[in-house]
């Protein structure tokens, strides 16, 4: 594959982000964290992408930082500083009204936790692990990992993943609420298409303002969030593929009352 190691690609709405450094578990270090950010602050800012897919070269998705270059010459500060980076791209990616699929195959850790957590729809393969993993090496949750691990499978289940060195398995994942779906090994790709692709086939604005809600809904209060839940499907249905929609479900309503 091309030597970048982040790969972007956008074909008939739908934009591919691959981890491309596999002889390192797609693990981040500086030239990788930067092309995190710029790959995914380009797919969520383009008219023309309207589902993201998130893949990962070799047999692992990703194994958060890469603890070797860590241990050459990193400084805290450097450190700090490729987190907000890496950080950046997960934000562009949990604040867009975009949907986010990842296909998530192999071993997932440390800080590959965070990117799993910032996709809305997760599909891993029957032989795949999941873990934090970061207190093996002195080190603590980032990536957004503390920020979103309680909320998708609980304060108690957050903390037992981070305070020990449990990986869990892909039932224990699915079972946790922590992926989606769980098939084949060979088949965590097609799947991930599958999903996308039935995105961008359906009603995809809806789908990008569903997941917009959803996922923007911590800042505001209850009150706030119905607030905006009416103006949203009222836009919505000022849309022209909200009202042939409506139409053609009225229609097919009417055929079957006779």
């Known amino acids: 594959m091309s030597e970048s190691p982040v790969l972007l690609s956008v074909v008939d709405g739908l934009a591919r982000i691959t981890l491309n450094r596999p002889a390192r578990m797609n693990a981040f270090e500086q030239s990788m964290a930067h092309a995190w950010a710029e790959a995914t602050a380009e797919a969520t800012s383009r008219d023309d992408v309207h589902a993201i897919l998130i893949d990962a070269a070799g047999p692992s998705f990703c194994a958060g930082g ?20 890496i950080n950046n791209g997960i934000r562009a990616l949990v604040e867009s009204s975009i949907p986010v699929v990842a296909a998530a195959h192999g071993t997932t850790a440390g800080g590959g936790l965070g990117i799993l957590l910032a996709s809305d729809y997760v599909i891993i393969g029957e032989n795949s692990k999941i873990g934090s993993l970061y207190a093996n090496i002195g080190l603590t949750p980032d990536l957004s990992v503390s920020a979103s691990l309680a909320k998708a499978v609980g304060e108690r289940r957050a903390l037992q993943l981070v305070l020990t060195d449990r990986l869990l398995s892909a039932e224990q994942a699915l079972d946790w ?43 505001r209060t209850f009150a706030e969030q119905l607030d905006e839940e009416a103006r949203s499907i009222n836009a919505a249905l000022q849309t022209p593929e909200a009202q042939a929609r409506v139409q053609a479900f009225a229609d097919r309503s009417a055929r079957k009352a006779k």
């Open 66 to 85: 890469d603890v070797l270059a860590m241990a050459h010459g990193m400084s805290d500060f450097t450190i700090e500083e490729l987190a907000h980076a």
């Open 177 to 219: 609420g922590l992926v989606a779906e769980v098939v084949a090994a060979d088949e965590v790709q097609a799947r991930a298409e599958e999903v996308a692709q039935s995105w961008l086939a359906g009603a995809t604005g809806a789908y990008g303002q569903a997941k917009r809600l959803i996922r923007t809904q911590p800042s």
